[in-house]
């Protein structure tokens, strides 16, 4: 079994920051990538950002802005958030893409959380 969990999100102003972070634990032989995706309200899932062994991706509205980073001594992952804008506004969802003790690829994903930018 693998459990991600995720810290809280929360209310920011525009042009605020906010980092979130994830931590991944149970049964991981190694971590293949660690990607936040976000859904907002009335809209699909889309990717956020993405880091593996040799690449970092970010979504095209969050360039320049948001920074992925990875502790693979934790087995965490974290998204820092500046400049935050009204359209960040959805739940956010950590990813990760591993190999377990057993040998076996998996997809997990947290249960999400909340940021809401607003004045």
């Known amino acids: 079994q693998v459990q991600l969990v995720e810290s809280e999100g929360g209310l920011v102003q525009p042009g605020g920051s906010l980092t979130l972070s994830c931590a991944a634990s149970?049964?991981?032989?190694?971590?293949?990538?660690m990607a936040w995706y976000r859904q907002p309200p009335g809209k699909q899932r889309e990717l956020v950002a993405a880091i593996g062994g040799r690449y970092i991706d970010y979504g095209p509205s969050v360039k320049g802005r948001f920074s992925i980073s990875r502790d693979n001594g934790k087995n965490s992952v974290y998204l820092q958030m500046n400049s935050l804008k009204p359209e960040d506004t959805a739940v956010y969802y950590c990813?990760?893409?591993?190999?377990?003790?057993?040998?076996?690829?998996?997809?997990?994903w947290g249960r999400g959380t909340q940021v809401t930018v607003s004045s």
């Open positions: 149970g049964s991981i032989s190694s971590i293949n990538t």
């Open positions: 990813n990760v893409v591993l190999i377990s003790q057993g040998g076996q690829i998996g997809d997990y």
